[in-house]
T-cell receptor
Framework: AQSVTQLDSHVSVSEGTPVLLRCNYS??????LFWYVQHPNKGLQLLLK??????LVKGINGFEAEFKKSETSFHLTKPSAHMSDAAEYFC????????????FGTGTRLQVTL | NAGVTQTPKFRVLKTGQSMTLLCAQD?????MYWYRQDPGMGLRLIHY???????AKGEVPDGYNVSRLKKQNFLLGLESAAPSQTSVYFC?????????????FGSGTRLTVV
């Protein structure tokens, strides 16, 4: 079965410092992986996606993620956090099969302090 | 271009009441999904549809029914609401296909069952 595990439920960083949100995946096949962001009381916005092309994926707002097959990881990073980055972040795997269903991790809440 | 529209945005129900949540998309997507979001649990798939006239159960289907009579609409019904169905509901659509990774989410419906 394919799944994702987000290793931290809460991460707190100071503005201007690096962000690291960790995600491990479990899959028998080469997975398609996504990061989504949800700002308070808002819907879901796609940050970036990995679809078996380049292992380093660049997304919006300065975020990027690296697919590491040997470590079964897809961690999300940003060099310098901004106050507007405070939100909940979801690591998501696309299930193989005809319905292209998405399976979500439990989420990581990012807090950015001054 | 509206994308995915969910109605209503908010609703309060009494235990035992019924209601229908409507999801409409204008992107001619084949696949549509209903998720529920609960704190600490990410988004979990309730039901999904891979085309007009077809529906299938997801991870947490109990207490819900769905219908996809028209390609652009996906309805989620609660026949007899229970407090455990208090949640935020998200609809999503996707074009489908092995190499299509685009999903669009609605802005959510916040449902409270008292």
């Amino acid at each position: 079965a394919q799944s994702v595990t987000q290793l931290d439920s809460h991460v707190s960083v100071s503005e201007g410092t690096p962000v690291l949100l960790r995600c491990n995946y479990s899959s028998s096949y080469s997975p398609s992986l996504f990061w989504y962001v949800q700002h308070p009381n808002k819907g879901l916005q796609l940050l970036l996606k990995y679809t078996s092309a380049a292992t380093l994926v660049k997304g919006i707002n300065g975020f990027e993620a690296e697919f590491k097959k040997s470590e079964t990881s897809f961690h999300l990073t940003k060099p310098s956090a901004h106050m507007s980055d405070a939100a909940e972040y979801f690591c998501v795997v696309r299930l193989t099969g005809t319905a292209s269903k998405l399976t979500f991790g439990t989420g990581t809440r990012l807090q950015v302090t001054l | 271009n509206a994308g995915v529209t969910q109605t209503p945005k908010f609703r309060v129900l009494k235990t035992g009441q019924s209601m229908t949540l409507l999801c409409a998309q204008d992107m001619n997507h084949e696949y549509m999904y209903w998720y529920r979001q609960d704190p600490g649990m990410g988004l979990r798939l309730i039901h999904y549809s891979v085309g007009e006239g077809t529906t299938a159960k997801g991870e947490v289907p109990d207490g819900y029914n769905v219908s996809r009579l028209k390609k652009q609409n996906f309805l989620l019904g609660l026949e007899s609401a229970a407090p455990s169905q208090t949640s935020v509901y998200f609809c999503a659509s996707g074009a489908g296909g092995q190499f299509n990774y685009g999903y669009t989410f609605g802005s959510g419906t916040r449902l409270t069952v008292v």
